[in-house]
């Protein structure tokens, strides 16, 4: 009779308190069950984002057309850079719509210890909901812009410019599923080093402009000299905005190789990311 009391108060615990996990010892299940709590931070950055603004998710549509303005006057009308045949305009919009996927999630990830301390101090949950309710909100960030950018092929396209979309446009998902995970990858892995050494957090903003500068967002990859091709292998995101443009523009100088090795990449980036994730996450209270 007393077994069975015993067995019936073990049932009741909802915290387990286990052992320090190794690095891959991810609980996969356990964001699955708390996907309540996944979807109600999804909202939060949704509504959170431009509360008590003025032209609230007006921002959405209106900061990538800004962007390719500012990209289209100072690289394409002043250093008068060749866009592949491809105007201008639809070219940069095209290029910032993918990296805004990208630069989103990395950089709102990148603080996500520092900037939840006071929610993981307090409550237990798997912390990695918040990163991954980073790329979903940010996803749908994508979504909508993505839709604006296609308002635009149309127009172009009935000018008589040579906008051609393939059958890779679906693709496009995929790909902007890709940034989001290299983004929150590359996030995680910063945020994991930024609790015990601040300074980085600093350079994350600087860091991502020069990550932009070394993929083809305003430059096409054709204009790229050969001898620099090693480097550019070296970068997940250069196919992935090269793969963007083919899909939707039917212009990109991406190939299988650099296609392959973009995958490769951005499933080791996210390994590592993991890994280094749940490693900080046992002792990261103890640091901040």
């Given amino acids: 009779m007393s077994s069975e009391c015993a067995g019936d108060r073990e049932n009741q615990w ?43 998710p007006a921002w959405f549509f209106i900061s ?12 394409g009308t002043i250093a008068a850079i ?37 929610i993981f101090g307090k409550v237990s949950f798997p912390r990695l909901a918040i990163p991954v309710a980073t790329v979903i909100s940010s996803g749908a960030k994508f979504l909508v812009q993505l839709v604006i950018l296609l308002g635009f092929m149309i127009y172009f396209r009935s000018k008589g410019s040579p906008v051609a979309p ?47 500068y070394a993929t083809p967002v305003v430059y096409p990859l054709s204009q790229v000299p050969e001898r620099y091709g090693w480097f550019f292998l070296l970068n997940p995101m250069v196919a992935v905005v090269e793969s963007f443009r083919l899909a939707l523009l039917g212009t990109g100088g991406v190939g299988p190789l650099q296609m ?6 951005t ?7 993991l890994g280094s994730f749940n490693k900080t996450e046992n002792t990261f209270m103890d640091r901040i």
């Avoid at 790909?175 to 350079?203: C, E, H, N, P, W």
């Avoid at 392959?260 to 990449?265: H, L, T, W």
């Fill in 14 to 56: 909802t915290k387990i308190i286990t052992p320090e996990r190794a690095w891959f010892d991810i609980d996969l299940g356990a964001l699955w069950r708390y996907r309540y709590l996944v979807r109600l931070f999804v909202l939060r950055d949704l509504v959170a984002t431009y509360k008590q603004t003025i032209l609230g």
């Fill in 82 to 118: 060749p866009t592949d045949g491809m105007p201008p305009f639809l070219f940069y919009l095209c290029g910032t719509v993918c990296w805004g996927q990208f630069s989103r999630c990395l950089v709102t990830t990148s603080s996500v210890f520092v900037d939840n301390s006071h």
């Fill in 166 to 212: 393939n059958w890779w446009a679906p693709a496009v998902l995929f790909l902007g599923l890709q940034a989001g995970i290299i983004g929150m990858a590359a996030g995680i892995l910063i945020a994991s080093v930024t609790t015990k050494y601040r300074d980085l957090m600093f350079f994350v903003q600087f860091g991502v402009q020069l990550w932009m």
């Fill in 267 to 273: 499933i080791l980036l996210l390994l590592a990311g």
């Fill in 260 to 265: 392959g090795m973009s995958v490769a990449f």
């Fill in 64 to 75: 990538p057309l800004i962007t390719a303005v500012v990209f289209t006057f100072v690289f």
